[in-house]
C-alpha cells in the first residue's frame, strides 16, 4: 500500500492531486477562518467567545492544528516538487518568456506562494503569539477582539494584511481554477464555469478579508 502510493506521488499527476487536496483543506481552513474574523462586526463578546470555544479542547485545537500543518507543508513540497520538474524540463530556459496560461493570478503562483508562507510566520507572532504585536506589552491572548483592532491600528501593519490578502486571493482564484483541471474539467467547454466559480470564490474570500483591515482603518470599527 505504501509503495503504491509513493509510486502514484512519483508520477506529475500523483503530485498535482496531492497539491489539490492539501490546497482544499488549506483553502477550506482560510474560508472558515475568513467567516470566522468578520465576527469583529459584531462585537467583542461574540468574537471573543468564538476564539474561546475554538480553543476549549486542547486535544481538538492541536489535532487540527496537526492536519493543517501536515496539509501545508506537503502543499509546498509537491508545489516544490512540481516546479523543479518543469525547470528541468526546459534547462536553457526560453529565450522569450511565453505564457501558456495567460492569467496573472497563474503566473504569480511560485512567488506568490512563499510570500504568503512568509505572512503565516508574521501573522502567527502577531496575532497568535502576539511577539510583533504594535502593543506588545498589552497583548491579551484571551481579547481577540481589541488585539485586532489596535493591530490594524497601525497603517503599515493593515497595508501588510491588505497585500497579504491579495496574494491570497490570487492564488485562490488560480488555485481554484487548477484544482478543477485536476479533478477533470478540463474541458475547454468548461472554462467558463471554471473561471466563473474560482473568480468568485477569490473574491468573496479575498473580499471578506480585507473588510476587516478596511474596516478599521475606516474607524468603522472601533477598541472596546
Ligand atoms: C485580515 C485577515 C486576517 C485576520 C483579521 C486574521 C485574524 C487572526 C487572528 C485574530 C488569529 C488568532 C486567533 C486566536 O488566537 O484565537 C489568527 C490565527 C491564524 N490565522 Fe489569521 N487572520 C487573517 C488572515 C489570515 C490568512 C490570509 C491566513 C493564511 C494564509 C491566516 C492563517 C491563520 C492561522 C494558521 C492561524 C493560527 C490558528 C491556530 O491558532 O491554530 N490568517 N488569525
Known amino acids: 500500500m505504501a509503495t503504491r502510493v509513493m509510486t502514484f506521488y512519483g508520477t506529475s499527476v500523483g503530485k498535482k492531486v496531492v497539491m489539490a487536496v492539501t490546497g482544499f483543506i488549506v483553502f477550506g481552513f482560510i474560508t472558515v477562518h475568513m467567516l470566522g474574523n468578520l465576527q469583529v462586526f459584531l462585537g467583542p463578546e461574540k468574537l471573543n467567545a468564538y476564539a474561546r470555544f475554538l480553543k476549549s479542547s486542547s486535544a481538538f485545537l492541536w489535532a487540527f ?3 493543517l500543518l501536515a496539509a501545508a507543508v506537503l502543499h509546498i513540497l509537491s508545489a516544490t516538487q512540481v516546479t523543479l520538474q518543469s525547470w528541468a524540463a526546459r534547462p536553457e530556459g526560453y529565450a ?3 505564457y501558456r496560461e495567460t492569467t496573472y493570478a497563474a503566473r504569480t503562483m511560485r512567488w506568490g506562494g512563499p510570500i504568503i508562507g512568509v505572512f503565516v510566520v508574521y501573522h502567527l ?5 502576539g511577539q510583533l504585536h504594535p502593543s506588545a506589552p498589552w497583548f ?3 481579547d481577540v477582539y481589541n488585539n485586532v483592532v489596535y493591530g490594524f491600528q497601525v497603517p503599515w501593519t493593515a497595508a501588510v494584511y ?3 490578502v491579495l496574494m491570497v486571493g490570487l492564488h485562490l482564484y488560480h488555485g481554484v481554477w487548477s484544482m478543477l483541471q485536476t479533478v ?3 474541458h475547454p467547454r468548461y472554462n467558463r464555469w471554471r473561471r466563473f466559480l474560482a473568480a468568485t470564490f477569490a473574491l468573496l474570500v479575498g473580499g471578506g478579508m480585507a473588510l476587516v ?3 478599521v482603518l ?6 472596546v
Not at 218 to 223: E, K, L, Q, S
Open 218 to 223: 475606516a474607524g468603522w470599527v472601533h477598541p
Open 213 to 215: 483591515p478596511i474596516s
Open 125 to 129: 507572532l502577531h496575532f497568535t503569539t
Open 184 to 186: 477533470g474539467a478540463a
Open 162 to 164: 491588505l497585500v497579504a
Open 65 to 67: 492544528r496537526g492536519v
Open 140 to 142: 491579551n491572548g484571551t
Open 96 to 98: 522569450v518568456q511565453r
